[in-house]
């Protein structure tokens, strides 16, 4: 029989999506003064994966990954994306939830294993947590690298944010030794 036991630490990533390099910085001064000091901060990618979000947030889409200093818990990640939702809402215009999005916000962590992203949408693949919120692992780190599954988006699937992750990762480890 197995004895229940609390999981370590995780890093926070927060994927951002928009057209605009500006919404980043914004909705990263945001995130900083809610989350504290962002440690990682990739280089923006162009985003032409899907035309999912085109008619919402347009054509050209920019895809930025930041981490954070702190660590979270992993039931932290229910309150990150209610969150993250919250201040979508507020980048919209006008502000509100029934009004097209000019940010995404992605919140998820970075443990010695694996990349775990929150969701609104239930999929075969997600676990319910609470509050409306799944959770699904995105990528399995193994033998030195990220590995994508089936369902795995295909942004987490580029070598560039694997090269972040991993470095992202380099960062956790220190950090858990450290503690």
Not at 66 to 77: A, M, S
Not at 113 to 137: C, F, N, P, W
């Amino acid at each position: 029989m197995g004895t229940p036991s609390l999981p370590e630490p995780v890093k926070l990533l927060m994927a951002l999506l928009a057209a605009d390099t500006a919404l980043f910085n914004q909705a990263t001064a945001r995130l900083e003064s809610a989350y504290g000091r962002i440690d990682l901060e990739s280089a923006v990618f162009a985003w032409e994966t899907t035309d999912y979000y085109r008619a919402e947030m347009g054509g050209h889409l920019l895809r930025r990954f930041v981490t954070f200093e702190q660590l979270i818990t992993p039931e932290d990640l229910i309150r990150l994306k209610l969150e993250a939702n919250e201040l979508e809402y507020a980048f919209a215009t006008p502000p509100g939830p029934a009004s097209p999005r000019r940010v995404n916000l992605d919140p998820g962590y970075i443990d010695a294993m694996k990349l775990v992203l929150a969701s609104t949408k239930d999929q075969a693949h997600r676990l319910y947590l609470s509050r409306g919120i799944y959770a699904e692992v995105t990528l399995l780190y193994h033998h030195a690298a990220y590995h994508p599954f089936v369902y795995t988006y295909e942004d987490y699937r580029w070598p560039e944010t694997h090269d972040f992750l991993k470095q992202a990762r380099k960062k956790y480890l220190r950090q858990l030794r450290e503690r």
